[in-house]
């Protein structure tokens, strides 16, 4: 598979991921877990140099993920061990926090 395919594919499961649990307190555990495992699994196949170039958008969109799963599943939860895994950086304040604009919304502004 194509790079650009792998980081695409892995980038809508972590989006969708974030979605599926945002603001929900009750979740079918199983489901996430899977779902984790299948986003670490796919993570761990990126070479660091291409981690380099996604790694904030990562950290922000697993960062949302953690911020909704953590009060119904508690920090030190192994779901969240493995989301946490995958950020470099820090969390975002929150699952509605969506501080850092996206390149393609600067770029259609910037003409």
């Known amino acids: 598979m194509h790079i650009y395919t792998q980081i ?12 599926y649990v945002y603001g929900k307190n009750k979740l079918d555990e199983e489901v996430v877990a ?9 993570y761990q196949l990126f070479p660091r140099e291409v ?3 996604f790694q904030p958008s990562c ?13 119904a599943l508690g920090e030190d939860h192994e779901i969240i061990r493995k989301l946490r895994s995958m ?3 820090s ?3 929150s699952a509605d926090d ?3 604009k996206k390149w393609f919304h600067t770029k259609l502004h910037s003409k």
């Open 34 to 42: 899977k779902w984790c495992n299948n986003l670490l699994n796919a």
């Open 91 to 93: 969390l975002p304040k």
């Open 51 to 53: 981690l380099k170039e």
């Open 87 to 89: 950020i470099a950086g």
């Open 8 to 19: 695409y594919e892995f980038a809508a499961s972590a989006g969708a991921l974030e979605g």
């Open 98 to 100: 969506f501080q850092k």
């Open 59 to 71: 950290d922000g969109t697993l960062g949302r993920a953690i911020r909704s799963l953590s009060p």
